[in-house]
T-cell receptor, first 117, second 107 residues
Framework: DAGVIQSPRHEVTEMGQEVTLRCKPI?????LFWYRQTMMRGLELLIY??????IDDSGMPEDRFSAKMPNASFSTLKIQPSEPRDSAVYFC????WGGGQGRSPLHFGNGTRLTVT | AQRVTQPEKLLSVFKGAPVELKCNYS??????LFWYVQYSRQRLQLLLR??SRESIKGFTADLNKGETSFHLKKPFAQEEDSAMYYC?????????FGTGTRLKVLA
C-alpha cells in the first residue's frame, strides 16, 4: 500500500497564477479530506468528500478555492488566483467510513508545500 | 458543540522525565479518539486510537468518558519524541482536530 499520494511536493508560484494540487487516496477508502496547515492557524479542514460527493466545504476560505473528486481515486484542490496568504502546507487524507460500523483511522499524505510570491 | 481542546501549545520536559499531553473533548455521542504525531516537516501519522488500547513508542492514552479526556502519557521521554502532537475525534463523517501541542524533550 503506497499510502495517500500527493503531488507536487513543493510548488512555488507567483501571485495571480492558478495552482492545482493533486491527491490519490488509499484504495478502498471512501472519505477524502483536504487540510491546510500554517504556523498561525494550525491545521484547518478545508473540505471533505464521502463517496466522491462534497459533504462539507465550509472550511474553504473563499471562492478562489475549489475542490473536485471526479472518481474514487483522484481529487484536486485548485486555487485561482493564488495570493501570498495562501502559502501553507496542504495535506490530503483519506479513510474508510462504514456508516454504523465506524471509520478507519485517517491516513495523511506527505503534503504539498505551497509558496506564493 | 463538537470540540477538541489541547490547552498547552508547548510542553518542554527533560529527557527521562514523564510526559502528559492533555486532551479534552466535547461530543454528543460515543466518539472515537485518536492521537497523531507530526515530526518536523513530515506528514501526520497515527500514534494511537483509543479502541485498540495499544502502546506505541511507549505512549499510552486512556479514554475517560466521565472527564471527557484522552490524555497522552509516556513515563520516560526521549529526545526523538520531540514533535507536534494532535488529538483528534472522529464524529459523523469527519474528524475534528485540536490545535496541537509541541513537545520539546531537552537533553
Amino acid at each position: 500500500d503506497a499510502g495517500v499520494i500527493q503531488s507536487p511536493r513543493h510548488e512555488v508560484t507567483e501571485m495571480g497564477q492558478e495552482v492545482t494540487l493533486r491527491c490519490k487516496p488509499i484504495s478502498g477508502h471512501n472519505s477524502l479530506f483536504w487540510y491546510r496547515q500554517t504556523m498561525m492557524r494550525g491545521l484547518e479542514l478545508l473540505i471533505y468528500f464521502n463517496n466522491n460527493v462534497p459533504i462539507d466545504d465550509s472550511g474553504m476560505p473563499e471562492d478562489r478555492f475549489s475542490a473536485k473528486m471526479p472518481n474514487a481515486s483522484f481529487s484536486t484542490l485548485k486555487i485561482q488566483p493564488s495570493e501570498p496568504r495562501d502559502s501553507a502546507v496542504y495535506f490530503c487524507a483519506s479513510s474508510f467510513w462504514g456508516g454504523g460500523q465506524g471509520r478507519s483511522p485517517l491516513h495523511f499524505g506527505n503534503g504539498t508545500r505551497l509558496t506564493v510570491t | 458543540a463538537q470540540r477538541v481542546t489541547q490547552p498547552e501549545k508547548l510542553l518542554s520536559v527533560f529527557k527521562g522525565a514523564p510526559v502528559e499531553l492533555k486532551c479534552n473533548y466535547s461530543y454528543s455521542g460515543s466518539p472515537e479518539l485518536f492521537w497523531y504525531v507530526q515530526y518536523s516537516r513530515q506528514r501526520l501519522q497515527l500514534l494511537l486510537r483509543h479502541i485498540s488500547r495499544e502502546s506505541i513508542k511507549g505512549f499510552t492514552a486512556d479514554l475517560n468518558k466521565g472527564e471527557t479526556s484522552f490524555h497522552l502519557k509516556k513515563p520516560f521521554a526521549q529526545e526523538e519524541d520531540s514533535a507536534m502532537y494532535y488529538c483528534a475525534l472522529s464524529g459523523t463523517y469527519k474528524y475534528i482536530f485540536g490545535t496541537g501541542t509541541r513537545l520539546k524533550v531537552l537533553a
